[in-house]
């Protein structure tokens, strides 16, 4: 899913290319900032002209004016346009944590669910529809078929949300809010939770949407859509827009999404790059939604397949990358000759019969100055339309299909650079895409003949498809920010999903496609992050007083393996692995944490006692205190960060609580690293359990001399058994 930010990336890029004269004169060197101030004590009043009043203290009486938001319920902060200057003063003020510039972040079913191993019929607890979903995202679709409230009591007593505008809730979507500060909208926006875009649509349907039978593309994948949580409600915060999500919007919506009362909170969107943790808003967000018993799970984002390209970098976030299976799409081209060559993508079109073929190199625009070196590639305006009228094009490159279809081909085939290609997509015109190979064939075929000819069929479903890997699109890790928390934490399906979508809503994003369906197949981590969201809700569903890690750990440690031949960066990639909904309900063991131990972290992290005080609102813990109780955090994945021909010598303590059999005996495997020298140990071994919610921890060291590691990255794993659970962390060793 592209949401366009050129155009406001470039204004910004203009203003801070202005000569600061120019600036002085108007308040263009003003620019949006977030000033954080951590947990909240006071009431919503006081908190409020406490802001007013700080503000005041360094912009004057033009402080109201620059005011945008106040936050003042779970945490407290405000965002305002501010100067340098005056961003500095702020900074040093008591009691401010952080002070960052907004950003403008980026956005990042039916078959995937079966593909999980999740069938229609699985168990339910009769309180699903006590569940409440928060989808920070573009709003959504009320009248899809996937949000009706046929069957829906009231919403549950505990809800303590709001409908605006002229947005009309039902017992399904029980509350629709819109957060956009800068009151800046453009004309085709919809100013209210209404989703005019799509994705909001999509990743809420794919978390909660209703059964709905017979969902389709235009004929394609023809099955049942629903989401993870079908009898959930939904509460919809709409913070993204064509320009993106900004910063202080993100934060207004984790505060009023916190004060509703929503049990999980789902965000296909972040940054594109990890930030420090005190100016990422998501980390902010997720970790006062924490503190009140709240999971945030948030996409990994779309930047891969570099290492550290993942912007969701906290250890109380579920960081969700997109995994897929060989294609389970394949659009046929077949040749004059005979031949069929199987390509990919969404095409729901039937030719009526066999078209000329040609190749775009060979018909470039020539009065217009281009030539086949160019054309070969469908350069916007490089074909010639009287060559290229009614025939099917070969291009070398993917294009958006447009250049090809205002020539008037009937059809083109595109070529993608690697050995699989994941953003398959629709077209206004019949397209398969093949591999490099492929195209050459095809190239050879128009070579040999006079009257090459071929025809693009309708996608067909590929039954053989194999095991899940990581989409190359996928963000990965290292985390950046944090480097003892391995991120991404594993990966849903996110390739090709069918959801909800609104029939306003265009399904490609060239100018004049009218075709409105209310089904839509797109890719992206946003994709895969509302699948986790389902489950994590449905997890909540029987285990109500699980807290967030409990939750997370569930998820992790039944993740099905991934395979480190197809992805090579391994966990960096995949994480825990892939999402296992059934395993999930019964993890047998559970790595618990809670504030304390976050906090703990944050510490060793080199966070002040001071931050950490505003952070939390306890005004007389310090650090050391902290960090006497709790060491190491008690996360279900374990990483090493080390240099090449350094001695390894590293111990983890971890705890383990009982939700499984009451009396169980789990005995520890370790799978070691292919890597000789390297060596892992579990003390204690084995551990025997009396009673349910009975903790017991363990020792791990890693020890090692790495003589040559050629491999960045060397993966083990710790699982604990007990003959009906396997508790699996995986445990990673690299060179950064
Ligand atoms: C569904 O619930 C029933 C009754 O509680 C139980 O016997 C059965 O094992 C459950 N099935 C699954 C797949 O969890
Ligand atoms: C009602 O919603 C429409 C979009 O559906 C919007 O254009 C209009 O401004 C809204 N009216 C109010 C009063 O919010
Ligand atoms: C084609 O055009 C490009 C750019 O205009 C030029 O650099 C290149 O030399 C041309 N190639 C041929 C074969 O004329
Ligand atoms: C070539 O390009 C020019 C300029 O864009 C356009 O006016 C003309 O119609 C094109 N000619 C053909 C045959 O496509
Ligand atoms: C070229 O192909 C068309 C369509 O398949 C066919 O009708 C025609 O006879 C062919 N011409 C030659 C010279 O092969
Ligand atoms: C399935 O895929 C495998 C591996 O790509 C291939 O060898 C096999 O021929 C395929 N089977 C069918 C029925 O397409
Ligand atoms: C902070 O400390 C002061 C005294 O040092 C105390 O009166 C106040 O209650 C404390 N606030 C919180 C939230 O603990
Ligand atoms: C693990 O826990 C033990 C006992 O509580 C403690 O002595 C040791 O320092 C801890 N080790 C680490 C690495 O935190």
């Given at each position: ?332 081209v077949r040749l004059g000759n005979g031949i069929v060559v ?9 030719l009526d019969r066999m078209y000329p073929l040609i190749y775009a190199g060979d018909v ?8 086949g ?10 074909l010639d339309?009287n060559l290229v009228k009614g025939k099917i094009i070969l ?13 008037g081909a009937v059809g083109s085939i ?16 019949p ?8 195209a050459i064939r095809i190239a050879r075929y128009i070579q040999s003949t006079r009257n090459a000819t071929a025809i693009i ?280």
């Open positions: 899913m592209a949401i366009q930010h050129s155009l406001i990336f470039n204004i910004c890029f203009l203003l801070l290319l202005l000569p600061k004269s120019i600036q002085a004169e108007s308040d263009s060197n003003r620019k949006v900032y977030v000033v954080y101030m951590g947990h909240n004590a006071r009431d919503d009043a006081s908190t409020s002209s406490f802001h007013l009043r700080m503000l005041q203290e360094v912009v004057g009486r033009d402080a109201k004016k620059h005011m945008l938001q106040r936050y003042s319920k779970s945490f407290h902060g405000f965002s305002a346009r501010l100067t340098e200057e005056e961003v500095k003063k702020l900074s040093g003020m008591e009691g401010v944590v952080s002070v960052f510039p907004s950003k403008s972040n980026k956005l990042a079913t039916a078959s995937s669910w079966d593909f999980l191993g999740f069938p229609l019929t699985v168990n339910r607890s009769t309180t699903e529809s006590d569940i409440i979903i928060g989808v920070f995202d573009t709003g959504i679709w009320p009248e899809s078929a996937s949000f009706t409230d046929l069957g829906y009591g009231p919403p549950p007593a505990k809800w303590k949300g709001i409908c605006e505008a002229n947005f009309t809730c039902n017992n399904k979507i029980i509350g629709a809010r819109y957060f956009k500060a800068d009151g800046i909208y453009d004309p085709k926006e919809l100013k209210s939770p209404r989703d005019s875009d799509g994705h909001g649509t999509h990743t809420a349907s794919t978390a909660a949407g209703n059964v709905v039978r017979n969902a389709n593309l235009l004929g394609l994948q023809s099955g049942i859509a629903r989401g993870g949580v079908p009898r959930a409600r939904i509460a919809v915060y709409k913070v993204c827009w064509i320009e993106g999500c900004r910063s202080e919007d993100v934060l207004s919506a984790f505060e009023a999404a916190i004060a509703d009362g929503v049990d999980i909170i789902t965000v296909s969107a972040g940054l594109t790059s990890a930030e420090e943790l005190f100016n990422d808003v998501y980390a902010i967000g997720s970790f006062h939604a924490m503190q009140k018993g709240i999971l945030t799970v948030q996409s990994a984002m779309n930047e891969g397949p570099m290492p550290q390209t993942t912007g969701s970098i906290a250890p109380w976030i579920l960081s969700v990358g997109a995994s897929t299976k060989n294609p389970d799409l394949i659009t046929p199987n390509g990919v993508s969404i095409n729901p079109f039937t470039p625009n020539i009065t217009a100055g281009f030539n070196s160019i054309s070969r590639f469908c350069v916007p305006n490089s339309k291009c070398d490159a993917i294009s958006t299909g447009e250049p090809e279809m205002l020539a595109m070529t993608y650079p690697g050995p699989y290609f994941e953003l398959v997509r629709s077209y206004t015109l397209v398969s895409a093949v591999n490099s190979e492929q069929m309708k996608s067909e479903d590929d039954n053989n498809a194999t095991r899940p890997y990581v989409a190359s699109f996928s963000s990965r890790g290292p985390n950046p920010t944090i480097t003892s928390i391995l991120k991404p934490d594993l990966t849903a399906p996110g390739v090709r999903i069918l959801a909800a979508w609104p029939p306003v809503a265009p399904i490609t994003e060239v100018e004049g496609d009218r075709r409105a369906v209310p089904f839509n197949m797109i890719s992206g981590t946003s994709m895969a992050c509302p699948h986790v969201s389902g489950i994590a809700a449905y997890i909540k569903t029987f285990n109500p007083t699980w807290s967030p890690a409990a939750i997370k750990s569930a998820l992790m440690t039944t993740a099905s393996t991934m395979s480190a031949r197809i992805n090579t960066d391994a966990e960096f990639a995949y994480g825990a692995g892939n999402l296992n909904p059934i395993k999930a309900m019964k993890p047998g063991l559970i790595y618990d944490a809670d504030e304390v131990d976050y906090v703990s972290l944050l510490c060793q992290e080199g966070y002040s006692s001071q931050h950490i005080r505003s952070l939390t609102g306890d005004n007389s813990s310090s650090c050391s205190q902290i960090m006497e109780q709790t060491k190491d955090l008690n996360y279900p994945s374990f990483v090493i960060p080390t240099l090449r021909k350094k001695v390894i010598d590293s111990s983890f303590n971890r705890t383990v609580t009982n939700v499984g059999s009451a009396t169980s005996t789990y005995r520890a495997f370790i799978t070691q690293p292919l890597v000789s020298g390297l060596r892992i140990q579990v003390e204690p071994n084995v551990l025997r359990f009396q009673h349910i919610g009975q903790k017991l921890s363990f020792k791990v060291s890693v020890q090692a001399t790495i003589q040559n590691l050629d491999n960045p990255i060397v993966s083990g794993a710790l699982t604990w058994d007990d003959g009906l659970h396997q508790v699996r962390s995986p445990i990673v060793v690299h060179v950064p």
